[in-house]
């Protein structure tokens, strides 16, 4: 035993092996910090579908608004505030069917906020501009051009990333998270410009096709 003792002595106190002891810890340092240093994933989304009512000047009626429509964080400003990217459909038709002007189809595309201080509420704001189709005739054409602006609220909100790990529960994570009021502004050209005002609910519904995705490969889901 002493005999072993004094070899592994000897041995460490070799230039060459003392150098590669020194290089090996020196790495697993490196990797350890590597591993501790890296930013947790930060991803955010929203697929809502809303309905709602209100009035437009543009269709002298009371309006049925309907609308689906996907907001994806693409940068943050703060830890609360993030810039969001915005792309979907709204719809508005009269609410009297006998009424003759047609209603119409927007397929926007523009940009809003996302802000947030979990565990709080959120609330987005959005500005989009979209061309306005009609159906008439068996055929769709292009009628305008309209933008509009969209206040959300939503008061029991989580982050894509909060809902996987499912701290809250499932009906939170599901259900609660995405319900939300909403109110909406709309000037449009088709021919005459005219104003348009609604509000409703809406229902994240993206997230819950996305949500399975994501539990699939990270850790703390619902489901597991």
């Not at 693409?74 to 709204?90: E, K, N, Q, W, Y």
Request: aromatic residues 8%; contains cysteine; proline residues 5%.
């Amino acid at each position: 035993m002493a005999r072993r003792w004094l070899l592994a002595v000897s041995l460490l106190g070799q230039p060459r092996l003392r150098r590669c002891i020194g290089v090996v810890g020196f790495a697993l340092a490196v990797s350890t910090a590597a591993r501790a240093e890296e930013p947790p994933i930060d991803l955010d989304a929203i697929g809502s579908v809303r309905v709602g009512v209100g009035h437009s000047t543009l269709l002298r009626a009371r309006i049925l608004s309907l609308s689906f429509e996907d907001q994806i964080r693409v940068h943050r400003l703060s830890d609360t505030v993030g810039v969001t990217a915005i792309f979907g459909m709204d719809a508005q038709r009269p609410l009297d069917f006998d009424s003759p002007r047609l209603g119409f189809l927007a397929t926007g595309l523009g940009a809003g906020l996302l802000i947030h201080q979990p565990p709080g509420p959120a609330l987005t704001l959005g500005l989009a501009g979209a061309p306005l189709w009609q159906s008439k005739d068996d055929s769709t054409h292009l009628a305008g051009f309209g933008a509009a602006l969209r206040v959300e609220g939503y008061p029991f909100y989580q982050t894509l990333i909060e809902a996987v790990h499912c701290r809250r529960g499932v009906i939170a994570t599901y259900v609660l998270s995405g319900l939300h009021v909403w109110a909406l502004g709309r000037r449009d050209f088709i021919g005459l410009g005219g104003e348009s005002w609604a509000m409703g609910f809406g229902f994240d519904l993206g997230r819950n096709a996305i949500l399975p995705v994501l539990g699939a490969v990270l850790p703390a889901a619902c489901g597991k």
